[in-house]
């Protein structure tokens, strides 16, 4: 059974002198946020942000993870009867289609919704770099395994798996 926790009572972390206020950013990515920039000089970096990887902040350990609070104004960008493309800022429905999206996979695996809003950061133990560099070295075992490739049930275990191993 995955042992998933989303940290709902946590408060957000506080890197740097800006973590206190609320700017937006013009950007889709997490990495743009002062308080992401901040967060690496404590050894944080973003979570992966692809569908395959929206349970790993669930699973990883509390000691090692945070967030911020996303501040992000995100894009989409279209394209109308072969006119110029058009970089426009998402709507609240982009931003909750976004969110269903990834709650409704994350039942798909058997777990909660995650909360809303949130930017996570993840502190990746030794030797590793980053915590891309452990979901690289989890999906590198999953592949070998003959797992397929894709999020299931079976890979949310064995990735929960491997982190108790890895910490």
């Not at 700017?23 to 990495?31: G, K, L, Q």
């Not at 609240?92 to 930017?119: F, S």
């Amino acid at each position: 059974m995955v042992e998933a926790d989303w940290g709902l009572h946590d408060e957000p972390s506080s890197f740097g002198p800006r973590a206190s206020e609320w700017e937006p950013v013009d950007s889709d990515r997490p990495e743009d946020l002062p308080e992401v920039m901040a967060a690496r000089a404590h050894g944080y970096s973003p979570a992966h942000e692809a569908p395959l990887w929206c349970f790993i902040p669930a699973i990883w350990p509390p000691e090692a993870r945070a967030w911020v609070r996303d501040s992000r104004v995100r894009h989409l960008t279209r394209q109308c009867d072969g006119g110029p493309l058009e970089r426009l800022p998402w709507t609240t429905a982009d931003y909750a289609d976004h969110e269903n999206d990834a709650n409704a996979l994350l039942a798909e695996l058997g777990l909660p919704p995650r909360p809303a809003g949130r930017i996570w950061l993840l502190r990746a133990p030794e030797p590793y770099g980053t915590a891309h560099d452990v979901l690289d070295d989890i999906w590198d075992g999953w592949q070998t395994s003959g797992g397929p490739a894709m999020a299931t049930p079976e890979f949310v275990h064995y990735a929960q798996s491997r982190l108790h191993g890895i910490f």
